[in-house]
C-alpha cells in the first residue's frame, strides 16, 4: 500500500488518500494506521458530502495526507 500511494503521489502528485473501512474492523483499521492513516477531521456531514455515503452503516473514514 506505501509503495504504491508513493508511486501515486510521485507519478501523480496525489497528496490526499482515503480508505473507508467498517468501524468493526478492527484489524483493517490498525493495519491503515500503521502505514499513517488517521481518522479524517472533517464532520460527518461534510464526509457525506465529499465522498459519498459509504459502504457500511458504520463506516470511518481515515486519511493520510503526503508531504512534499
Known amino acids: 500500500m506505501v509503495a504504491l500511494m508513493r508511486h501515486l503521489h510521485a507519478d501523480f502528485r496525489v497528496e490526499t488518500f482515503i480508505v473507508r473501512p467498517s468501524r468493526r ?25 465529499t465522498y459519498g455515503e459509504g459502504d457500511y452503516a458504520d463506516t470511518i473514514t481515515l486519511e493520510r495526507k503526503m508531504s512534499a
Open 25 to 49: 474492523n478492527q484489524r483493517a483499521i490498525r493495519a491503515y494506521e500503521k502505514v499513517g492513516f488517521r481518522p479524517s477531521q472533517l464532520a460527518i456531514a461534510d464526509q457525506i458530502s
